[in-house]
């Protein structure tokens, strides 16, 4: 079984599948469960909370499903900022309704999630 | 006529038409039903008007199957009863639901399905049963409650259809109909008055109903016609206590009484993380829109017909809490707790809501799964129960598929994830809870062969005596089992006093 995902982080990618964009929290405000890191103590995996929730998910795509490939998403490789990680999620989410719909899904971590979620997950992580 | 005590009838003898055992909402709607038709009859109740422990105790019996448990209670044969005037529903929820075509519909893959009911048959019963719990009649349409709230489905498709759950406030028969009871001149009412042997006299009918108090008054009646409302667990236990007529008990030719014991398996596991959208705002338990009746309304989802043919799935069906208890859903998370990031939607917010699942399927009448008696005695002398509990592996997969359903529905739609394991805690090792509904020991059928009562509820064996309640059911639906009870019981009464249906 592949850890656990924090959902509380999870949220994040949740969040910007389902609507539209994602307003980056301040700091870490996300990360009152006392697993994620502070604001001023970086550790892995830092960065925002959306990039934070990514790269959980995407530790537990690899184990759950190590034969997804990531998506070639340029901007996701190339983007340093949640702007345009965000921007990526929102474009990417019709395509992750139709996931579902057609039965395109991968459990992860406990979580029920469309393929092109757990790739983005990849590729963004 | 007033409510009064086995202990203060004169005589060792009470001579009445009709003699109906148990005061729950069943026996209590027969014996109204039939005052309304000018017929006499005996109600005859083990508890008082309130519960005791002393009446209590006479339920409590041995669990050796799966336990009937509620959160971290385990109920026992006592939990899931109450020997009062009023019977369970004296502390039931009042969430109501008919049973769906489906429900009655003989099932190539559901071994033991089949109703010699269809929704015809029963439709009418169901109308005035609405009315004797006061929830809005013939309310069943989800549509329909979505354009009363103003709000579009969220989803409907091939998958899953919305499935409302109406509350009563809830109706106590014996509180809301004690004094019915009471003012009826046509209802002799005895309480602590319990039913310990049916007797069987030469002409293979009931002659006799032996009657015991608590402090040890025996009184017989002697009743034309007897029926027997006492329940999923006390059905079963009257009858093969009963051994004027041989070792098997009375009505039990088929060897099926006892046999097939169902209960509604459910089971709290998963929990979804919604956009805050109001097409989803009937999908948790809340008043209703248009106002009461029904107390609260609370609307779920279950797999199509079609789907559950397909897949050969039993009934269920899941629903959202979101409400305090039961996980971590106590109340939307926000943003300073951490628990959400902010969702915008054409400029508006749109924070993200988690709740908690819960589902509830139908299960196999399993001819493991039984209620017998004991060795032990209660202070009646009547042997006590054993119940063995079993479910067959179509319940796991049934919920584990509702679950995948769901989430690919609200996935779907862009409402929202489900976990289906959260916290890491495997979906099969999520205990099953009991729905404090005992049902399918007396069960219906055609063929006396493989039922105890024929469609009219009447006893393939013995003439003179019905069984009417959750016992008689062949198959469970998914639906709580009390509205469907009240409607049997309109109709059983209707049939005895030569009433046709209503139109």
Redesign the interface.
């Known amino acids: 079984m592949s850890p656990p995902l924090d959902r509380r982080r999870f949220l994040g990618l949740v969040g910007a599948a389902v609507g539209v964009a994602v307003v980056p929290l301040p700091g870490c405000a996300g990360d009152d469960d006392g697993a994620g890191p502070a604001p001023t103590t970086p550790t892995t995996p830092a960065g925002s909370p959306l990039r934070r929730s990514l790269a959980v998910l995407a530790a537990a795509v690899r184990a759950a499903a190590p034969e997804l490939e990531p998506l070639d998403l340029e901007q996701v490789a190339l983007g340093g900022s949640d702007d345009v990680l965000a921007a990526a999620v929102v474009e990417l989410a019709p395509a992750m309704r139709d996931d579902f719909a057609r039965g395109a899904v991968v459990d992860a971590g406990g979580w029920r999630l469309s393929e092109t979620e757990a790739r983005l997950a990849l590729a963004a992580s | 006529m007033t409510i009064r005590r086995l202990d203060e009838v004169v005589g060792p003898r009470i001579a009445s038409p009709v003699l109906v055992v148990g005061a729950g909402p069943a026996g209590i709607t027969v014996a109204l039903e039939l005052a309304a038709a000018g017929r006499s009859c005996v109600l005859a109740e083990s508890g008082d008007r309130g519960p005791t422990a002393e009446a209590s105790d006479l339920d409590r019996g041995d669990v050796v199957g799966m336990p009937l448990r509620f959160e971290d209670v385990d109920l026992g044969t006592q939990g899931v009863r109450m020997r009062a005037l009023g019977g369970a529903s004296q502390h039931w929820t009042g969430m109501c639901r008919p049973l769906d075509p489906i429900d009655l519909a003989a099932r190539p893959w559901r071994p033991g399905s089949g109703w010699p009911l269809v929704a015809d048959d029963v439709e009418p019963w169901y109308r005035r049963a609405e009315a004797s719990v006061a929830i809005r009649p013939g309310a069943w349409d989800a549509a329909a409650w979505h354009a009363a709230a103003g709000t579009a489905m969220p989803f409907g498709g091939d998958a899953l259809v919305a499935t409302p759950f109406q509350f009563s406030p809830p109706v106590r028969f014996g509180d809301a109909r004690g004094a019915e009871l009471e003012a009826s001149e046509l209802i002799d009412v005895v309480l602590d008055a319990t039913a310990v042997e049916l007797e069987v006299g030469p002409s293979g009918r009931i002659a006799t109903v032996v009657l015991r108090s608590r402090t040890g008054t025996t009184v017989r009646v002697t009743p034309e016609v007897v029926v027997l409302a006492t329940g999923g667990l006390e059905v079963p236990r009257v009858l093969l206590a009963s051994r004027s007529a041989g070792s098997a008990g009375v009505a039990n030719s088929s060897g099926l009484v006892g046999s097939g014991f169902m209960e509604h398996p459910h089971r709290w596991a998963g929990?979804v993380?919604l956009?805050d959208d109001p097409a989803l705002g009937l999908y948790s338990l809340a008043p209703p829109p248009g106002g009461a009746p029904p107390s609260a309304l609370w609307l779920g989802w279950s797999p199509t017909p079609e789907l559950q043919e397909a897949e050969s799935l039993a009934h269920g069906s899941i629903l959202l809490w979101a409400g305090g208890g039961r996980g971590a859903a106590a109340a939307p998370?926000t943003?300073?707790?951490?628990?959400?990031?902010?969702?915008?939607?054409?400029g508006e917010a749109?924070p993200?809501r988690e709740a908690s699942v819960t589902m509830r399927v139908e299960q196999l009448p399993l001819a493991s799964s039984t209620v017998r008696l004991g060795s032990a005695t209660d202070a009646l002398g009547m042997p006590r129960l054993v119940l063995d509990w079993r479910v067959d592996p179509d319940v796991d997969r049934t919920m584990r598929r509702m679950l995948?359903l769901l989430?690919?529905?609200?996935?779907?739609?862009?409402?929202?994830?489900?976990?289906?394991?959260?916290?890491?805690q495997?979906f099969a090792e999520v205990p099953i809870e009991a729905g404090s509904h005992p049902m399918g020991t007396a069960r219906m059928h055609v063929d006396p062969a493989l039922g105890v009562v024929d469609a009219d509820l009447r006893s393939h064996d013995v003439e003179n005596l019905y069984i009417v309640g959750s016992a008689v059911f062949p198959a469970s639906g998914h639906a709580n089992p009390t509205l469907t009870i009240v409607a049997l019981a309109h109709r059983l009464a209707a049939h005895l006093a030569g009433i046709e249906a209503p139109a």
């Open positions: 929990r993380h956009v998370p943003a300073e707790s951490g628990a959400t990031s902010v969702l915008l939607a054409a749109r993200v995948e989430a690919q529905e609200l996935g779907a739609a862009g409402l929202g994830r489900v976990e289906l394991e959260p916290g890491g495997p």
